[in-house]
């Protein structure tokens, strides 16, 4: 744990060494994509729930059309 601890506090030191733009570059090229399947795989596993309880919007389509 000492080591990736230490190897983490290296790389901070790198990335705050850097100018600011090639600074910039890294974390957008590193963050964006990791965002974006985070936000990706979020969305997925909800939907999955939604489908699961029920309470997905072609669950709820078909229930306000069987009220009617």
Do not use: H, K, N, Y
Request: no cysteine; aromatic share 8%.
């Amino acid at each position: 744990m000492t080591q990736i601890a230490s190897w983490w506090d290296g790389l901070e030191l790198w990335v705050i060494g850097l100018p600011f733009i090639p600074q910039l570059i890294l974390v957008m090229a590193v963050m964006m994509p990791l965002a974006i399947g985070i936000a990706t795989g979020a969305d997925l596993l909800l939907a999955r729930i939604f489908v699961l309880l029920g309470r997905d919007s072609a669950a709820t389509v078909a229930t306000e059309e069987g009220a009617r």
